[in-house]
């Protein structure tokens, strides 16, 4: 379950809102205008589940987001923990970035944190096993995998080449707290 923290953009050391419930989290974000919702799988799900079977077991939830907001495809990523190349890819998106459609992602299982700036603020929302989080188009925002990624996510995509990411420039990333799980905790 996804825990959201909110600091201003300028004071990473004070926490102005924390909270895990998933009715806080779903309309404080919705507020701000972006999507969270929580998916439960119809059935047992094995943790090496193919994309096929991925996207059967939870093929109404994605059919219904799709609809909604004219996401033309979706497919499974598999983060499977000590990747060789883990640090590389876990900086791939550590840099503050944006996108010309929205961004959305459900965690079948293991997780990471979305950090999103808007309005002066930084939310930090941490996902795990049935969060699903969609991005707006062109909203500020970064994401950490953490030192030892491990996830399984569907991702959404309005075009078929899909999302190319735009970076800022700025460093604000670099001041904000990271994702560290505890280890071998998959959240
Ligand atoms: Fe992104």
């Not at 806080?24 to 994309?51: K, M, N, Y």
């Not at 000590?82 to 550590?94: E, K």
């Amino acid at each position: 379950m996804a825990r959201l923290s909110v600091y201003s953009d300028t004071d990473p050391s004070v926490t102005e809102l924390s909270s895990a419930d998933p009715a806080l989290v779903t309309a404080h974000l919705a507020l701000a205008g972006v999507l969270f919702e929580r998916w439960s799988a119809p059935q047992p799900i094995p943790d090496d589940a193919d994309t096929r079977t991925v996207l059967e077991v939870y093929a109404a939830p994605v059919a219904a987001l799709k609809e909604a907001r004219g996401f033309q495809s979706a497919d499974v990523m598999r983060m499977p923990r000590g990747l060789p190349d883990a640090a590389d890819r876990r900086a791939a998106f550590l840099a503050e970035h944006t996108h010309d459609e929205d961004e959305a992602r459900f965690f079948v299982r293991g997780g990471g944190a979305f950090y999103l700036h808007m309005d002066e603020k930084v939310f930090r929302i941490v996902c795990g096993a049935g969060d699903l989080l969609s991005i707006p188009a062109r909203t500020k925002h970064w994401f950490d995998m953490g030192p030892d990624p491990e996830f399984t996510a569907i991702r959404f995509f309005t075009r078929p080449d899909g999302w190319v990411a735009s970076f800022t420039g700025d460093v604000i990333a670099d001041r904000f707290p990271k994702f560290e799980p505890e280890c071998g905790a998959v959240p």
